[in-house]
């Protein structure tokens, strides 16, 4: 299984948006509707953010939202804090019982 | 409320096998799957498998079959993810996750670093 293909690295200044991208293929991504969005501080572990496409866990804020089509996903981060420097990994059941996640993207708030 | 407790850093030599626990509590462990992740050094995130605590039931991705056994305990409700015939490209932090239950890694532990080095 192949990992999704995400952007090595997206910036943005305070109070912008950013949209970060997850692109799979017709038998994971654009197949089910099971994407999820981890975000990870250095030395953490990863914090799921979105999933479902467009759904938040309780506590994330509503700055961030999913979206998917076809067979690309995406996290939206509005108002940009300097808080939500950090790398972000989508993830996506990709039948077989089994899940494959992106490689990963670097945000930077300039 | 969720927590995923794992144990210490290990240090391995190559050839070697470790075994990383995942103890869990806040939630009944035999109701979701648990998933596990490693995380070479500057790197992403690669799955490795996930682990039915009622039944015992597993799935290993291709990469890791035949070296990765996953089990658990349900008597303390701690999952193991062993890895055998270590290498040095297998020093890297391994996570293990909650499932939500609907192939969604919802809770995540602080995870473990494993070093393998001569």
């Known amino acids: 299984q192949s990992a999704l293909t995400q952007p090595a690295s997206v910036s943005g200044s305070p109070g912008q948006s950013i949209t970060i991208s997850c692109t799979g293929t017709?038998?994971?991504?654009?197949?089910?509707?099971?994407v999820s969005w981890y975000q990870q501080h250095p030395g953490k572990a990863p914090k799921l953010m979105s999933y479902?496409?467009?759904k938040r866990p309780s506590g994330v804020s509503n700055r961030f939202s999913g979206s998917k089509s076809g067979n690309t996903a995406s996290l939206t981060i509005s108002g940009l804090q300097a808080e939500d420097e950090a790398d972000y990994y989508c993830c996506s059941y990709a039948g077989s019982s089994t899940l494959v996640f992106g490689r990963g993207t670097k945000l930077t708030v300039l | 409320q969720v927590q995923l407790v794992q144990s210490g850093a290990e240090v391995k030599k190559p050839g070697a096998s470790v075994k990383v626990s995942c103890k869990a509590s806040g939630y009944t462990f035999t109701d979701y799957y648990m998933h596990w992740v490693r995380q070479a050094p500057g790197q992403g995130l690669e799955y490795m498998g996930w682990i039915n605590p009622k039944n015992g039931g597993t799935n290993y991705v291709q990469n890791f079959q035949g070296r990765v056994t996953l089990s658990g305990d349900t008597s303390i409700a701690t999952a193991y993810m062993e890895l055998s015939s270590l290498r040095s490209d297998d020093t890297a932090v391994y996570y293990c996750?909650?499932?939500?239950?609907?192939?969604?890694?919802?809770?995540w532990g602080q995870g473990t670093l494993v070093t393998v080095s001569s």
């Open positions: 996750a909650k499932d939500q239950g609907q192939w969604l890694p919802d809770y």
């Open positions: 479902e496409g467009s």
């Open positions: 017709s038998s994971d991504v654009g197949y089910y509707n099971l």
